[in-house]
């Protein structure tokens, strides 16, 4: 620890983000960058604490006080090592992770935790822009072959931690690029997908076979698959999400969170897209349904789209603002969280519950939700719905019920034993087998998975 009362005489010092004027007019990542010597000194006002509680509740486990220290130290490609040992993505996860260290950080005692998340991203394009971050493939072949189903965070974490165990790993992946929801669901302005692209190419330069547009279970069998392959990893997503049925939910009008997602992200990509399909918030009364990080990734979309308004609904009671006793420190709070996106102009309110869409020749007008406090009724004026109300399970039509996996009580897939299906030789990662969760647990659950399986093979 290199400067034991740093934490005393320095202050925290974020970023920030690009002005809301400036950055509702493109797509580009909204958080900006400190310039070195800043970084350094947010790096010494770690603690070195006795227990730390950053490494207790980051999934992945990074060693947090280590990197901090070499950090301050000026050392960037040691940070980078003792970062990578932990985290196969760390510039994802330093752009997009809620960092569940910083709220457990002895420093958040007085609101004030050391900025790891910033950090992390800033040791992470450092090693990028010296060139200390090469392929590096394996010495030594096994022989036995892989099989990742799905190109997330979790497949692709599976298959770089195989493929360094030296088994041959083939990736496939449904859709026309990979990725997963890094790519075709969060937003570029919160990962700009050349990261995700300069990772692939490491990937595959260490030996990793990536094939898109293949939907196993239909583009090839599960048949072909378990023959061909010595060991299979699921790692598919919990892609099927919770729908509102109600009332009018055939009005055009009416979308799921990820349709506009998935959209934008492509048109961003130089996708072009049919205008009878394109869903613009252009002009419209957009109305996001659910609090969550999907509706308020839906919220930022629609401000660069350039909606007249946009409220967001929750059904849930506002939660407290800044302390809530349930969950007090170091647990994860469950406070009122407001994104970059909230502040670029939205309208939210909380104990809402809709009752039905309303409409107008099949077009969306309005809708209609009801307090759940008082019982009284209103109509929101709305052009365009978002449901954005969180996935239920993975997609069991196609590859899952072809294997005749089991499934848990929550329809995610279930283990026999870590990371272990019920079929031989099958494997499951992320949010297939945890139901919808973040992109740190999915890289977390990728690694269990390649060592489940490298112990299979082995
Ligand atoms: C809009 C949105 C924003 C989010 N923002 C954040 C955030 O800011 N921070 C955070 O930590 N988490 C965020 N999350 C959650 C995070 O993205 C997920 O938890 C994580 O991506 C899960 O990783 P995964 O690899 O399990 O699945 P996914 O990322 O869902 O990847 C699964 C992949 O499998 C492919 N696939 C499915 N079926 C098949 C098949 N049969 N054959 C071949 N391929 C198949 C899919 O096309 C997909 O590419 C967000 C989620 C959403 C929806």
Known sequence: ?????????????????????????????????????DRILQASRCMDCGIPFCHWSCPVGNRMPEWQDALYKGKWQEAYEMLAATNNFPEFTGRVCPALCE????????????????????????????????????????????????????????????????????????????????????????????????????????????????????????????????????????????DLVVEGRDLKGVHFALELLQQQNRVVRGLDIPKEERISAEGKHVLVIGGGDTGSDCVGTS????????????????????????????????????????????????????????????????????DTKTGETEIIQADLVFLSMGFVHPVHEGL???????????????????????VEKVFVAGDAQSGASLVVRAIDSGRKAATAIHKYLS
């Not at 400067?3 to 002005?19: D, H, M, Q, S, V």
């Open 1 to 37: 620890m290199g400067n034991p009362k740093a934490f005393l005489t320095i202050n925290r010092k974020e970023a920030g983000y690009r002005p809301v004027w400036e950055r509702i007019e493109d797509f580009g990542e909204v958080e900006q960058t400190l310039n070195n010597e």
């Open 303 to 370: 401000a660069r789209q350039k909606a007249a308004s946009i409220t967001q609904i929750e059904i849930l009671s506002m939660p407290p603002a800044d302390f809530n006793p349930d969950t007090p420190w170091p647990l994860w709070p469950n406070i009122l969280k407001t994104s970059s996106s909230h502040k670029e102009g939205a309208t939210r309110r909380w104990s809402l519950a809709t009752k039905r869409f309303v409409g107008e020749n099949g077009i969306l007008t309005g809708v209609e939700v009801a």
């Open 103 to 242: 709220k457990s950080c002895v420093l958040n005692l007085q609101g004030a935790p050391v900025t790891i998340r910033e950090n992390e991203v800033a040791i992470a394009e450092h090693a990028f822009n010296e060139g200390y971050v090469k392929p590096n493939p394996p010495k030594k072949r096994t022989g036995k072959k892989v099989a990742v189903i799905g190109s997330g965070p979790a497949g692709l974490a599976a298959a770089d931690m195989l493929n360094r165990k030296g088994h041959k790993v083939t990736v496939y992946e449904k859709d026309e690029v990979l990725g997963g929801l890094l790519r075709l669901g969060i937003p570029d302005f919160k990962l700009n997908k050349k990261i995700i692209s300069r990772r692939l190419a490491l990937l595959e330069a260490e030996g990793i076979t990536f094939n898109v547009n293949v939907e196993v279970g239909k583009t090839i069998s599960t048949k072909e698959l378990l023959n061909k392959y010595d060991a299979v990893c699921i790692s598919i997503g919990a892609g099927k999400p919770r």
């Open 400 to 422: 899952l019920d072809a294997l005749a996996v089991t499934y848990d009580a929550r329809g995610n897939v279930a283990v026999t034993a870590p990371s272990k299906t019920s």
